[in-house]
Structure formats: C-alpha cells, structure tokens
C-alpha cells in the first residue's frame, strides 16, 4: 500500500491549528453572547476550583498519555523507543485533532509508523488493532457502565428536548449497533477468515453502482490480509498489556473529567458513576461531529450534559475541559512535527548522502 505524501502533510500542517481554535472560539463567544446570565463576572468563578483535583484531572491527563504511549510501544514488539514513541502520539493526537472525528488520523498513523522504520503491512496491523480495541472498549464498556448509571444517563436539558426530543437515545443506541457491528466484523476479518472477507467486499463492489470503487474495496482486503499475517500466532502474553493498556487509557480519559468537575462541586458515587457515563454518550456525539477535533461541538455538549451538576460553572469548566484535554495537542503537534520532519526525512537523506 502507498500513502499520498502530499495529503498527509496537508492533515500534517501546524497552520490547521487555528481552523479548530476559530471555531471553537466562537463557539464559546456565541454561548457567551447568548446566555444572558453569563457576564464577565461570572468567569471569577474560576478562582473556586479545588487546586488538589485541578492536579489530580491534569494527572489523569498523564496518565492517559502514558497508557497511548506504552500501548503503541507494546503494540510494536518495542520496536520503538520511548522517545519515538512520545513522537508517534503526539503526532497522532495532533492529527485527529486538527480532522474531523468521523475522519480520525488513521492513514496518517500509518504513515508516521512507516517513517519510523516500521514496514507498512504492520504499520497497517497495529493501527487496526488500536482501532479495533478502542471500539471494543466502547462496545464492552458502554453497557456496563450505562448499567450502573441506572437510567440517569441522557441529560435532562430543555434545549435538547426541543432541538432531539427522545431520539437522543436513539441516536445513541443506532451509533451503538453501528459500532458494536463494524467492530466485530473488523476483528472477524482481521483474526479469523481475512480473504473470506476481501472476498465478501469485491462481490459487494462489483455490484454496478459500486463499481467504481471496486479497486479501493481490492486494495483494502489486501490490507487486512496483510495485517492478519503480522498479527497471526501472537501469544497471550502479548495482547494481554495491550487490552489492559486500552482500558486504562479509555479511563484515565473519562475519570479526567470526574475530576475537574469535583474541582468544582462535590459528587457522590452515583454522581460520578453517571458523568463518566455521559461521557459515553458524548463520545458518540463527537465521532459524528464535522469540525476538526469535534470543536465547537464538543463545547456546545458539554454545557447540555453537565449543567445538572455544575450550574454556575459549567461554562467555566467547559473552557478548562478542553483547555486540559484538546488544546495541548494542537500546541504540542507544532511544535514537535518540524522536529519530527528534520529527524526522519533531512536525517536519513544525509545518512545516505
């Protein structure tokens, strides 16, 4: 498989950075502007967060960072370093979020897996396996957690009865079916008859009206075969820190939130149990969202989820939240891709020369 360079160095462009910063921006001016209960003095209400769980959520961010990193190590047989594998996920945070989510940074992932020595077939395999774990959190995860929410999980907000009304919950539950399918015909395809699967996409292609993208659908089951075959006879001992690394991540994730929040307000068990939940049914919301990284989209749900716990604060938070969570990436990603160029293009070319 070739990836086009040139597309992935237009995702890879710190110049993007100020796409998602604009639209998140007027996002939260246009809630400003709109909530007539918010003033500039009601932002003072930031000096009210508790500096220890202000620590703990930024710790949890960490965390979550080094969970991607050792996971992406351990994916590779450590065939990466620790510091080439701080590159790899910054540049893979830096490129989901300057995509839309519903785009994601995978072709990119490849890439820069490649260009760190990592031959394309298994670059291929352990982007999918990442993929293919994080959804299986999702699917596995999400009724267990919608579970011990006890029903307490779609928010009770006027503007989203009048905007959604109850197909909130069916937009949730459809996304959920759409998930769980696709990842489990994924990991079908990946660990159990992958040119039985090729073979299913190009009769599915050669139907007329598909017909035009046969070529992609060929050229895609090549890759899941290819990918299989790197992943084939891999131990237990293998996927074991894997799994648990994808669970500790998607975690450290959500539990960063529970924090800041606490920051805030106090909650009880069942309160946490239920903003971690929410947070599910965030997720959804933004995968489908147009805007890179889901700004502006994700600013606008927060406010519709967890005003029930916040009220005063929840524009505040809001602003925190993804000051904490989002924006990092987008500082990080300028900063460490030139370094990145100069080390694995003008490097190798003068190791040639």
């Known amino acids: 498989m070739k990836l086009d360079n040139k597309k992935i160095f237009q995702t890879l462009n710190p110049n993007k950075v100020w796409v998602p910063v604009i639209i998140g921006l007027a996002i939260v001016f246009a809630m400003f502007y709109m909530d007539p209960n918010l003033t500039a003095a009601n932002l003072k ?60 940074g995978t072709a990119v992932a490849m890439f820069i897996l490649n260009k760190e020595g990592i031959k394309m077939g298994k670059a291929i395999a352990y982007v999918m396996v990442t993929a293919i774990l994080d959804n299986l959190f999702f699917v596995i995860g999400a009724p267990i957690i919608l579970y011990f929410a006890k029903g307490n999980i779609f928010p009770n907000s006027k503007l989203l009865e009048s905007q959604l009304g109850d197909s909130l919950e069916a937009i949730f539950w459809l996304s959920y079916a759409l998930y769980a399918s696709y ?19 190009i009769k599915l292609f050669s139907i007329k009206f598909l017909r035009k993208w046969k070529h992609d659908a060929q050229e895609y089951g090549n890759q899941i075969i290819e990918a299989s075959r790197q992943l084939s006879g891999k131990s237990f001992r293998y996927w074991l820190p894997i799994i648990g690394a994808t669970i500790f991540i998607w ?15 106090p909650l009880d068990i069942l309160d ?3 903003v971690f939940a929410r947070q599910v049914i965030m997720w959804i919301v933004m995968m489908i969202s147009p805007t890179p990284g889901s700004s502006g989209t994700a600013e606008f749900f927060y ?25 990092p990436y987008l500082l990080l990603g300028a900063i460490f891709l030139p370094k990145w160029i100069r080390q694995v293009f003008f490097k190798k070319k003068t190791e040639e020369s």
């Not at 975690?251 to 307000?265: D, P």
């Open 303 to 327: 406010g519709q989820f967890f005003t029930q716990f916040l009220g005063q604060y929840t524009f505040v938070t809001s602003i925190v939240w993804r000051l904490l969570s989002y924006y």
């Open 45 to 104: 209400v930031v000096f009210d967060a508790s500096p220890i769980f202000i620590f703990l959520a930024i710790l949890v961010i960490f965390f979550r960072d080094f969970g991607y990193v050792y996971r992406i190590r351990e994916i590779t047989d450590r065939q990466l370093t620790w510091t080439r594998s701080i590159y790899v996920i910054i540049l893979w945070e830096f490129a989901s979020a300057v995509t839309p989510s519903v785009v994601g």
């Open 272 to 274: 946490h149990v239920i």
């Open 251 to 265: 975690s450290s994730r959500y539990l960063m939130l529970n924090a800041l929040i606490s920051a805030f307000v």
């Open 183 to 201: 990842s489990l015909v994924m990991a079908a395809a990946l660990f159990y008859r992958p040119r039985v699967f090729k073979w299913i996409l």
